[in-house]
Nanobody, 121 residues
Framework: QVQLVESGGGLVQPGGSLRLSCAASGIIFSIGTMGWYRQAPGKQRELVAVITSGGTSNYVDSVKGRFIIFGDNAKKMVFLQMNSLKPEDTAVYYC???????????????WGQGTQVTVSS
């Protein structure tokens, strides 16, 4: 089984910073990408940022210049440094990994349980 465990959410004032962490564990042969999605009340889940095992990253336009995604391949971890937070960043943030559990299996998506980020004064 594969588990993704997130940490680092919480309440922060506008303009503040938070860092989210996600650790993957279990039977993992290889990881293609790890990333962060978020879902605000009444809205669809959206991709925030993703990073490949080679270090290439992409961001949704609304967080470019404010958020940084980086990973530690050896520890199977991904981080999201969130700066200059805005109230519209408030959402549940989910860690995602697209990975293979064995040499012969196709890549599949796995999800963490989600961590709440609230930006409010």
């Amino acid at each position: 089984q594969v588990q993704l465990v997130e940490s680092g959410g919480g309440l922060v004032q506008p303009g503040g910073s938070l860092r989210l962490s996600c650790a993957a564990s279990g039977i993992i042969f290889s990881i293609g990408t790890m990333g962060w999605y978020r879902q605000a009340p009444g809205k669809q889940r959206e991709l925030v940022a993703v990073i490949t095992s080679g270090g290439t990253s992409n961001y949704v336009d609304s967080v470019k210049g404010r958020f940084i995604i980086f990973g530690d391949n050896a520890k199977k971890m991904v981080f999201l440094q969130m700066n200059s937070l805005k109230p519209e960043d408030t959402a549940v943030y989910y860690c995602n990994a697209n990975l293979r559990t064995t040499f012969t299996t196709l890549p599949s998506d796995y999800w963490g349980q989600g961590t709440q980020v609230t930006v409010s004064s």
